[in-house]
């Protein structure tokens, strides 16, 4: 779905509404924004540069931070454990001590909005066919060369568009859109933690739910305190060696499998990506050790989509991956006894679909990122009545 980016919030909210939400440039809704989309799985779109908005995004005091001699604090949000001076920021760019306090500069500061099939995200089994209301802030706390939003994921708050849109106006959006979810996408929600928290805290007012499009490279207290607040969260796990993590991301394994798990045993619906890169994570052995370790440590349901590359950003001397590769990875996960697994990026492909493990019987059906047709009964195979683990309703 696109949309002209002055005019979705004037009809979003009605034109006094979204002229108190977002007053900027001389009473227009200049900072309204419905970024382009671009073609990836989960895109963002950067909105044209501008600094009208900038008295309206006051800073606010982060959490998870521990003050240091001189001036100095330690960021406790991330395992960079950033360690800042002061005037100086952390790795992400997006938070800044002040005189020895450590402060958020993106929270209500959204450099992306959009309205998204949930399948987009991916979440194949989560409210199948609903729209998600998704924003995000500018910055990151890695650098993946082959980055689909890098346009606001590797750049400060400051050099990017935004438009003020606090908690209370992004559920009122999705509201008024009919969105029953809001996601936290396109960059990665760790850095802006506090918008995101105070955000998902109003969906028990709202009855909007909250979910997490992530990299996992969080620290775990964080992770904990945003849980009871969340219903699904989507985690790209970017390969099962630390060697490509060190080469490719900047992060550390270790530390999303810890997420991974610790989600898992919170009872949220969790969903895993994996970016197929050609020659750097596609081999049959590191495939079929992620998917064992899947299966023993979090169980055959939960889904697994792995997803095609397309050369972008700072990795774009590799071809597509391979049809051959992706189809490869695929049945080397089924045949580890994955019950659900997906493949991305590759529009008509039968594993866009979901299938009953016990009978095959095709039970929803997907093109793309659109939903053909759901012919689930209450959850469960209309064929055998096996149950099939989601959020369907």
Same mark, same amino acid.
Not at 23 to 49: K, Q
């Given at each position: 779905?696109?949309?002209?980016?002055?005019?979705?919030?004037?009809?979003? %909210? !009605?034109?006094?509404? +979204?002229? @108190? &939400?977002? #007053?900027? %440039? !001389?009473?227009?809704? +200049?900072? @309204? &924004?419905? #970024?382009?989309?671009?073609?990836?799985?989960?895109? @963002?779109?950067? #909105?044209?540069?501008?600094?009208?908005?900038?008295?309206?995004?006051? #800073?606010?005091?982060?959490?998870?931070?521990k003050k240091l001699s001189g001036k100095r604090i330690e960021c406790q949000l991330c395992p960079n454990k950033c360690r800042v001076a002061d005037l100086e920021r952390g790795t992400c760019g997006v938070r800044e001590n002040r005189g020895g306090i450590y402060y958020t500069l993106v929270h209500s500061r959204a450099a992306a909005a959009h309205l998204d099939p949930i399948e987009k995200k991916p979440f194949f089994h989560f409210l199948p066919g609903t729209q998600a209301f998704s924003i995000a802030t500018a910055g990151c706390n890695m650098e993946c060369k082959f980055c689909q939003n890098w346009e606001i994921s590797q750049f400060r708050p400051e050099q990017v568009s935004a438009t003020y849109l606090p908690p209370g106006a992004v559920h009122e959006l999705a509201k008024r859109h009919g969105a029953p979810s809001i996601a936290y996408t396109y960059s990665e929600p760790t850095i802006y933690h506090e918008y995101m928290l105070d955000t998902a805290k109003l969906g028990a007012e709202t009855g909007v739910r909250s979910v997490v499009v992530s990299a996992g490279f969080t620290e775990e207290q964080p992770l904990r305190d945003l849980l009871p607040f969340v219903d699904a969260v989507k985690i790209d796990l970017k390969s099962f060696r630390q060697e490509f993590y060190d080469q490719i991301c900047r992060g550390e394994l270790k530390v999303v499998q810890r997420t991974i798990e610790i989600i898992r045993k919170a009872g949220k619906w969790l969903e895993l990506v994996v970016l197929v890169v050609p020659t750097r994570n596609d081999s049959v052995a590191e495939v079929r050790a992620m998917a064992r370790w899947v299966k023993e440590t979090l169980g055959p349901d939960v889904p697994l989509h792995f997803s095609r590359f397309h050369p972008t950003y700072r990795l774009r001397d590799l071809p597509p991956t391979p049809v051959a590769i992706m189809q490869r990875a695929y049945e080397t996960a089924r045949a580890e006894g994955l019950r659900y697994v997906y493949i991305g990026n590759m529009p008509g492909h039968p594993a866009e679909s979901t299938f009953c493990w016990r009978c095959a019987e095709r039970v929803v059906e997907r093109a793309g990122n659109s939903l053909v047709a759901n012919h689930l009964r209450a959850g469960h195979c209309p064929k055998c009545n096996e149950r099939i683990p989601g959020v369907w309703s």
């Open positions: 779905m696109t949309y002209e980016r002055r005019e979705f919030l004037r009809t979003a %909210l !009605g034109c006094a509404g +979204s002229c @108190a &939400l977002v #007053a900027g %440039l !001389g009473g227009v809704a +200049s900072s @309204a &924004l419905l #970024a382009r989309s671009a073609s990836a799985d989960d895109d @963002a779109g950067a #909105a044209p540069t501008s600094n009208a908005d900038e008295t309206r995004f006051a #800073a606010q005091e982060a959490r998870y931070y």
